[in-house]
């Protein structure tokens, strides 16, 4: 059964930073496509960050030059580094993760398998 479990969040002052992790397990096989999603209350999912197999990326508009994804193929995790953080980016941030690979690269509706969530409170 593949599981995964995100960590790193937490509450931060504007401006502080954060690192996620998004570890899988579960399945023997790189996924094509991975992502970072975020949901705050009353707000729809949307899409933060992807990145697939040969590690070429996309960034929502509203993180670009603040957020970075990466990935680590050998423990099997995900990452969300965080900089410049605003009070906008408080949510519950989900990993995401699919074989294939997606015209539309931030929209949830393409991914197959989701991590807990793990929130983000930034607030002074």
């Known amino acids: 059964q593949v599981r995964m479990v995100e960590s790193g969040g937490g509450s931060v002052q504007p401006g502080g930073s954060l690192r996620l992790s998004c570890e899988v397990s579960g399945y023997t096989y790189n996924y094509y496509s991975m992502a970072w999603f975020r949901q705050a209350p009353g707000k729809e999912r949307e899409g933060v960050a992807f990145?697939?197999?040969?590690?070429?990326?996309t960034y929502a508009d509203f993180v670009k030059g603040r957020f970075t994804i990466s990935k680590d193929k050998s423990k099997n995790t995900l990452y969300l580094q965080m900089n410049n953080l605003n009070v906008e980016d408080t949510a519950t941030y989900y990993c995401?993760?699919?074989?294939?690979?997606?015209?539309?690269?931030?929209?949830?509706?393409?991914?197959?398998?989701w991590g807990q969530g793990t929130q983000v409170t930034v607030s002074s």
């Open positions: 990145i697939d197999t040969y590690s070429d990326k």
């Open positions: 995401a993760a699919t074989s294939a690979r997606l015209n539309f690269r931030l929209s949830h509706r393409g991914y197959v398998c």
